[in-house]
């Protein structure tokens, strides 16, 4: 079994950073692919990013490309959601995803595994 922990959502100004991190309890967490989507309130949770398994291959959906960037430490079982240049549209909760599967999909059905999500405000 799979276990996502998130954490470093908060409250930010427009034009702010973020990091948040999601530690895996995971014995094989670099045999899964990981992401990030989010959830504004009164919306559906939308894909945010994707890392393949070794970290070379990385996906974005369009609004967050450039201003945001995922990364994974295997040795320390945990991926990275670095958050630049934010704006009050990125206000959603943060969830961690994992994927036993390695095919590119944004389908929120095929990520097994999710964290209980982090709460990211950016104010104007």
């Known amino acids: 079994q799979v276990q996502l922990v998130e954490s470093g959502g908060g409250l930010v100004q427009a034009g702010g950073s973020l990091r948040l991190s999601c530690a895996a309890s995971a014995p094989t967490f670099s045999s899964l692919a990981m992401g990030w989507f989010r959830q504004a309130p009164g919306k559906g949770r939308d894909f945010v990013a994707r890392?393949?398994?070794?970290?070379?291959?990385?996906y974005y959906t369009d609004s967050v490309r450039g201003r945001f960037t995922i990364s994974r430490d295997n040795t320390k079982n945990t991926v990275y959601l670095q958050m630049n240049s934010l704006k009050p549209e990125d206000t959603a909760v943060y969830f961690c995803v994992a994927d036993r599967g390695q095919i590119y999909t944004r389908s929120t059905a095929a990520y097994e595994y999710w964290g209980q999500g982090t709460q990211v405000t950016v104010s104007s």
């Open positions: 890392i393949s398994r070794s970290g070379v291959t990385t």
